[in-house]
């Protein structure tokens, strides 16, 4: 009898240790709902810079607007009877 206390306590030992210290663990899996925060933050970041290059994406391709304002912007193109002005510090 003796023997099977003994043998029960240890199969008892060695599944509490799988449970909270083995490899699909508790903490394991503590840990794995942390990553699985932090890459949902990650993806709802980027949905939304998806989100705001669709909008600018269908922007261009509908509106003339917005192609000039970039073309201002970005390569100094100016319109016919305009005058540019470049000031120098």
């Given at each position: 009898?003796?023997?099977?206390?003994i043998f029960?306590?240890?199969?008892?030992?060695?599944?509490?240790?799988?449970?909270?210290?083995?490899?699909?663990?508790?903490?394991?899996?503590?840990?794995?709902?942390?990553e699985?925060?932090?890459?949902?933050?990650?993806?709802?970041?980027?949905?939304?810079?998806?989100?705001?290059?669709?909008?600018?994406?269908?922007?261009?391709?509908?509106?003339?607007?917005?192609?000039?304002?970039?073309?201002?912007?970005?390569?100094?193109?100016?319109?016919?009877?305009?005058?540019?002005?470049?000031?120098?510090?």
């Amino acid at each position: 009898m003796k023997i099977l206390c003994i043998f029960i306590a240890l199969v008892v030992s060695i599944f509490q240790y799988q449970l909270w210290l083995g490899g699909d663990s508790v903490r394991a899996l503590n840990i794995l709902e942390d990553e699985l925060h932090t890459q949902e933050k990650i993806n709802f970041e980027l949905e939304e810079r998806n989100r705001l290059l669709e909008i600018e994406i269908v922007d261009l391709k509908t509106g003339l607007e917005a192609v000039e304002e970039r073309a201002r912007s970005e390569l100094g193109m100016i319109e016919e009877g305009e005058t540019f002005y470049l000031l120098v510090n």
